[in-house]
């Protein structure tokens, strides 16, 4: 079968390794990759924009599965371009329909999808620039700190914590008038806050039937003790040792079985990965956000532990047959580290040349991020630039195991968060 990938990143590097581990797996292109799935797989220099440059690239080079790694090209409703053209309809597509991704691509909509079908999540309202006045009157109603989303795709920037009350409403106004996500924060939905503790937790669905993938917990802020602007993600952990079977009884008939229900009283065509962003407060479970794809850097400690044929996954998912497969879970824990440029998440330089990365062991593992391939070796190409995992009996011994990997590993002004775990 031959398999095309779309995206650049460490998640893309991570679904690529056990993608081309498959005996089903024949031809596997990655577009437009990095250079870590280079070594294992064939980039190709497409835009995972441009929808007729893939869908010409699947005719071309007989691609029978496309794998959708980021969430814009899902927004943008790729899995309907693909179904909708005579001769790229046979394709499998791994992710949601142009509908389903309204999960992730609009905040209103995933918190009127909530309220409808029942799954419990902070209380809101949202509003457009000309209903600003109402938006601050809303805020005056609300305990601090005081959380705004932009409704749209930011970059997973979009979201504002802020503890003081005239800063939230200059904040709303930048967000509404001044357009500071552009287009996203055309509508911004005000939520209250919600103290606890967060979570990833994932599911693969045909629509019909899901599979609960391991859970993970990651770290966006760039500063140690999670202070500092937000990033893609700094690391993560898996399993999450607080949830526990009761808590995750408690996520599957709360959250994951009345979301999957309700995509399908909504007539809302779903194949693909259900990332749930969760906080526990007082033992129990709220949705902070759904993303229609796998999280990153939460896919470097997910999958790998997963021992499954993933080409045999992904097809029974798109023949609707996904009640097939068991899953087998790796019982050790699995920790990454994320290396980045310095300056990141704002300027940063790229070009850097990276020495000290060693083959992959049974223990360890390195996936690309934003590398590139030249004359001169290896060298970054992006502001989070290789994912350190490690897989051992604890997740303490999985952090220590990453971190050992990490000091072998040079680049120019290479940073990194030496705390993550702090808070378990």
Not at 193 to 204: P, T, W
Not at 293 to 307: L, W
């Amino acid at each position: 079968m031959n398999i095309l990938i779309l995206g650049s990143g460490g998640r893309e590097h991570a679904i690529a390794s056990q993608i081309a581990s498959s005996p089903a797996c024949g031809h596997l292109f990655v577009a437009p990759g990095n250079g870590g799935t280079a070594k294992i797989a064939k980039n190709i220099d497409l835009s995972i924009a441009d929808f007729e440059a893939i869908k010409k690239f699947i005719v071309d080079k007989e691609i029978q599965m496309l794998i959708v790694g980021p969430e814009q090209p899902l927004v943008n409703g790729i899995t309907d371009a693909i179904a909708a053209d005579r001769s790229t309809a046979s394709t499998m597509v791994i992710g949601p329909s142009k509908d389903g991704a309204l999960l992730e691509g609009s905040k209103d909509f995933a918190k009127r999808f909530m309220q409808k079908h029942g799954i419990p999540t902070a209380a809101y309202q949202s509003f457009t620039a000309s209903h600003l006045k109402e938006g601050k009157q809303f805020l005056e109603t609300l305990k601090p700190p005081y959380v705004l989303k932009a409704d749209g795709l930011a970059a997973g920037k979009g979201v504002l914590i802020i503890k003081d009350l005239q800063q939230a409403k200059k904040e709303l106004e930048n967000m509404l008038k001044k357009e500071k996500f552009g287009k996203a924060s055309q509508t911004v939905v005000i939520e209250e806050f919600l103290d606890g503790i967060e979570l990833s937790v994932f599911v693969i669905t045909d629509g019909k039937d899901y599979k609960i993938l391991p859970t993970a917990k990651d770290y966006k802020r760039i500063g140690e003790g999670d202070t500092g602007l937000n990033t893609g993600g700094m690391g993560a952990i898996s399993p999450v040792p607080f949830a526990d079977p009761i808590f995750m009884e408690k996520v599957e008939k709360q959250i994951i079985k009345p979301t999957i229900e309700g995509l399908q009283k909504d007539s809302i065509h779903y194949k693909g990965f259900i990332f749930f962003g969760l906080i526990k407060v007082k033992g129990e479970p709220f949705v902070i956000e759904y993303n229609v794809r796998m999280g990153d850097p939460e896919t470097e400690v997910v999958f790998p532990r997963i021992k499954n044929d993933w080409v045999e996954v992904f097809e029974k998912l798109g023949q609707g047959r996904l009640k097939e497969i068991d899953l087998h879970i790796d019982p050790r824990h699995a920790a990454t580290v994320i290396l980045v440029s310095g300056g990141y998440p704002e300027a940063y330089e790229k070009g850097k040349v990276i020495s000290g990365i060693k083959e992959d062991s049974s223990t360890s593992r390195i996936y690309h991020a934003g590398t590139l391939e030249t004359e001169e070796g290896l060298v970054t190409n992006g502001g989070r630039v290789l994912a350190v995992t490690a897989l051992e009996n604890s997740f303490k011994e999985a952090l220590n195991s990453a971190y050992k990997r990490v000091d072998e590993i040079d680049f120019d002004k290479k940073y990194y968060r030496k705390d993550l775990g702090f808070d378990l």
